[in-house]
């Protein structure tokens, strides 16, 4: 690894740093810009209300160009990474950390993603949150979480990718219950909060865990040590890494939060689900790829969840009406293809990333391409509701349109560039499993074509089916289509250009594949039954969709009926751990109030009471005092007598 900044040589072990990249030793300014940006917003308060929202978008496009221009010095660097040590963070004992980040291929491809995307993000906001009066504080907020994010991919140890890891939890709370006031934002921002605290749990876990063993978090020290531990110790650290990136990817078993987290601005859910967290727990696979590759019980789980994952999007996402929540759960289906490549291995990491970056230019494009359908047709977002609309909003038509033949990915667009690769690899992994993860690869890519298929038609074709309020659709203003226009190019590009070059450039952090894959079906045959699948699948949503839908809840089936309440996995959290923990709360609460509080209580009033009894002896009389001590007396000589006389034996 190459280390870079000012200063004369030091001692091997140390960090070495050469004169050479001069501009690389302050990539910390990706992470300050924003971050400043947004403690400006929130201090200023409405001071800033005029202006602030110019300052949010500046501060990300000043990352974005500097991402840009870091990007092509590391391509100067003969080992292409740099790694920058800010001023020592942790220091207990033998437990030291400092504040340092890591600029490698990695790491430089998600800042690119993260700056340059989530900027048309922005800048789409500007119009979008135009009449919001809380505009302003969701600049702050929105600075915060691209902050949060930069610092999660650019730390070089994992207690800073922790660090950014738990910001961009919070800045996610705060921005999908943006909108406080309503019931279902505050409880999606608190389901979203809660839920990843259990994945959050599982990453400390396994933080810890590594410093137990191998007494160190630093990337380096860590990978180093993985091949030196026991086979039980890398499971149990790979399966606690996993289960905090299925929090934050919203993968099985920790899906339920990523389609409520719609209840905020449309723009928060372009970024999330786009740009910034939802790719965090691919990231931390991907960079903790020498832990996962170590075990292949492990790389199992991983493609497991993966594929059961993908397959439970497109089910689900196929029964959904709200056109937001289809996109979420196409998200949970896209992510479940990329979990499937970093559970592969070897040069499917690559594969993963590539998908990745595809999905954040799609992905961002339709989402934004939404909420401008939404901002024609007075917020609703019933697909029964619209139709006819690509008459009206021909930009948001066309531009939602290269999504679509991006995210179903037929040849050339870019879906089949960056998702085909993954079935293929699915299909080489070499055993009977092959046939069980390379089929739910192909089935996903079936259902995802039906699936969007049935959005986009019912959205943009067939008859008008608006409601009365609704008398004539608007397309957005240029400040929102302009964005569009941008991400749409790279929704039908990006694939191809990425699959031709990010591999190699990812090969210094992420392993190398094999030159030519041999599995169960020849690529060839898998591109044909691949291409086949997603030709049905269009072809039978747009026969069963073209003339439209019934705008009511109509009968329906088994599977349908299951599909359109999440596969009952709501109704499964609620009952094995909601309704259960809610009676261990009570349980406790009682206890508490009648049992420790009950006896704290009970003998704080029995020595109150007793002491007030005994008071009333104390009259101040002498002649009292001589009776009782006469009744005193009395008693012993009783006593006594009785002893003598046998009475008391």
């Given at each position: 690894?190459t280390?870079?900044?000012?200063?004369?040589a030091?001692?091997?072990?140390?960090?070495?740093?050469a004169?050479?990249s001069g501009?690389?030793?302050?990539v910390?300014?990706?992470?300050?810009i924003?971050?400043?940006?947004?403690?400006?917003l929130?201090l200023?308060?409405r001071?800033a209300?005029r202006?602030?929202?110019?300052?949010?978008?500046a501060?990300?496009?000043?990352?974005?160009?500097?991402?840009?221009t870091?990007?092509?010095?590391l391509?100067?660097?003969?080992?292409?990474?740099?790694?920058?040590?800010?001023?020592?963070?942790?220091?207990?004992?033998?437990?030291k950390v400092?504040?340092?980040l890591l600029f490698d291929?990695?790491?430089a491809?998600f800042?690119?993603?993260?700056?340059?995307?989530?900027?048309?993000?922005?800048l789409?906001a500007?119009?979008?949150?135009?009449?919001?009066?809380?505009?302003?504080?969701?600049?702050a907020?929105?600075?915060?979480?691209?902050?949060a994010?930069?610092?999660?991919?650019?730390?070089?140890?994992y207690v800073?990718?922790?660090f950014?890891?738990?910001?961009?939890?919070?800045?996610?709370?705060?921005?999908?219950?943006?909108?406080?006031d309503?019931?279902?934002?505050?409880?999606?921002?608190?389901?979203?909060?809660?839920?990843n605290?259990?994945?959050?749990?599982g990453?400390?876990?396994?933080?810890?865990?590594?410093?137990a063993?191998?007494?160190?978090?630093q990337y380096?020290?860590?990978?180093?040590?993985?091949?030196?531990?026991?086979?039980?110790?890398v499971?149990?650290?790979?399966?606690l890494?996993?289960?905090?990136?299925?929090?934050?990817?919203?993968?099985f078993?920790?899906?339920?939060?990523?389609?409520?987290?719609?209840?905020?601005?449309?723009?928060?859910?372009?970024?999330?689900?786009?740009?910034t967290m939802?790719?965090?727990?691919?990231?931390?696979?991907?960079?903790?790829?020498?832990?996962?590759?170590?075990?292949?019980?492990l790389q199992t789980?991983v493609?497991?969840?993966?594929?059961?994952?993908?397959?439970?999007?497109?089910?689900?996402?196929a029964?959904?009406?709200?056109?937001k929540?289809?996109?979420a759960?196409?998200?949970?289906?896209?992510i479940g293809?990329?979990?499937?490549?970093?559970?592969?291995g070897?040069?499917?990491?690559?594969?993963?990333?590539?998908?990745?970056?595809?999905?954040?230019?799609?992905?961002?494009?339709?989402?934004?391409?939404?909420?401008?359908?939404?901002?024609?047709?007075k917020?609703?977002?019933?697909?029964?509701?619209f139709?006819?609309?690509?008459?009206?909003?021909?930009?948001t038509w066309?531009?939602?349109?290269?999504g679509?033949?991006a995210?179903?990915g037929?040849?050339?667009?870019?879906g089949?560039?960056?998702?085909e690769?993954?079935?293929a690899a699915?299909?080489?992994?070499?055993?009977?499993?092959?046939?069980l993860?390379?089929?739910?690869?192909?089935?996903?890519?079936?259902?995802?074509a039906?699936?969007?298929?049935?959005?986009?038609?019912?959205?943009?074709?067939?008859?008008?089916?608006?409601?009365?309020?609704?008398?004539h659709?608007?397309?957005s203003?240029?400040?929102?289509t302009?964005p569009?226009?941008?991400?749409?190019?790279?929704?039908l590009?990006?694939?191809?250009?990425?699959?031709s070059?990010?591999?190699?450039?990812?090969t210094?952090v992420?392993?190398?594949?094999?030159?030519?894959?041999?599995?169960?079906l020849?690529?060839?045959m898998i591109t044909i039954l691949?291409?086949?699948i997603?030709?049905?699948g269009?072809?039978?949503?747009?026969?069963?969709?073209?003339?439209?839908?019934?705008?009511q809840?109509?009968p329906?089936?088994v599977?349908?009926?299951?599909a359109?309440r999440?596969?009952?996995?709501d109704?499964?959290?609620?009952?094995?751990?909601?309704?259960?923990?809610?009676?261990?709360?009570?349980?406790?609460?009682?206890?508490?109030n009648?049992?420790?509080?009950?006896?704290?209580?009970?003998?704080?009033a029995a020595?109150?009471g007793?002491?007030?009894r005994?008071?009333?002896?104390?009259?101040g009389?002498?002649?009292?005092?001589?009776t009782?001590?006469?009744?005193?007396?009395?008693?012993v000589?009783?006593?006594?007598?009785?002893?003598?006389?046998g009475?008391?034996?």
């Open positions: 690894m280390v870079v900044a000012d200063g004369p030091v001692p091997a072990g140390a960090i070495e740093y004169s050479a501009l690389l030793n302050s910390w300014l990706l992470v300050a924003p971050l400043v940006s947004a403690a400006i929130l200023l308060g001071r209300d202006w602030g929202h110019w300052l949010g978008v501060s990300v496009g000043a990352a974005f160009v500097l991402g840009v870091y990007f092509f010095q391509r100067g660097l003969e080992n292409r990474s740099v790694e920058r040590s800010l001023w020592e963070f942790i220091a207990v004992g033998d437990f400092d504040f340092g291929p990695l790491a491809v800042v690119l993603l993260i700056t340059g995307v989530g900027f048309l993000i922005h789409y500007v119009g979008y949150m135009s009449h919001d009066p809380g505009r302003r504080r969701f600049f907020y929105f600075n915060l979480f691209v902050a994010m930069l610092l999660l991919v650019l730390g070089n140890n800073m990718l922790y950014g890891w738990e910001g961009v939890g919070v800045a996610s709370y705060l921005l999908i219950s943006f909108w406080y309503r019931p279902s934002a505050a409880t999606a921002g608190k389901k979203a909060f809660l839920m605290r259990v994945g959050d749990a990453l400390a876990i396994a933080i810890f865990l590594m410093f063993t191998l007494g160190s978090t380096d020290d860590v990978f180093n040590g993985v091949s030196g531990l026991a086979a039980g110790t499971l149990v650290m790979g399966l890494l996993l289960l905090g990136a299925t929090g934050k990817s919203g993968q078993p920790l899906q339920a939060w990523l389609p409520d987290a719609m209840e905020g601005p449309t723009p928060v859910s372009a970024l999330i689900h786009a740009a939802v790719t965090a727990g691919v990231y931390l696979i991907a960079r903790s790829n020498p832990v996962f590759s170590a075990n292949t019980t789980v493609v497991s969840v993966g594929a059961l994952t993908l397959l439970m999007g497109c089910i689900i996402g029964a959904k009406d709200d056109i929540r289809v996109l759960w196409s998200t949970v289906s896209q293809y990329m979990f499937l490549g970093v559970g592969l070897g040069g499917a990491y690559a594969l993963a990333i590539v998908h990745l970056l595809a999905h954040g230019f799609f992905k961002a494009n339709m989402f934004l391409g939404a909420g401008s359908v939404m901002h024609g047709m917020d609703q977002v019933d697909i029964r509701r139709g006819g609309l690509a008459k009206y909003m021909k930009v066309i531009t939602f349109g290269t679509w033949l995210i179903i037929l040849f050339p667009f870019s089949f560039f960056s998702k690769p993954i079935i699915a299909f080489a992994r070499g055993d009977w499993t092959s046939w993860f390379g089929g739910a690869a192909l089935a996903g890519a079936g259902l995802t039906f699936y969007m298929t049935r959005l986009f038609v019912l959205t943009f074709h067939g008859p008008k089916r608006w409601t009365e309020d609704i008398d659709p608007h397309e203003p240029p400040i929102m302009i569009l226009i941008l991400l749409s190019i790279g929704s590009g990006a694939g191809a250009l990425m699959a070059s990010v591999p190699d450039w990812l210094p992420l392993p190398e594949g094999a030159e030519e894959t041999h599995g169960v020849s690529h060839t691949s291409t086949v997603t030709v049905l269009v072809g039978l949503a747009w026969v069963l969709f073209r003339k439209g839908t019934a705008p809840e109509q329906a089936g599977l349908v009926t299951a359109r999440n596969l009952y996995t109704a499964f959290n609620v009952a094995v751990f909601e309704k259960p923990g809610i009676f261990l709360t009570r349980a406790l609460v009682y206890l508490d009648r049992g420790v509080d009950g006896l704290v209580n009970g003998l704080a020595v109150g007793g002491s007030g005994l008071r009333r002896l104390q009259t009389f002498v002649r009292s005092y001589a009782s001590i006469l009744a005193g007396a009395l008693l000589v009783a006593a006594f007598l009785a002893v003598q006389m009475w008391l034996a």
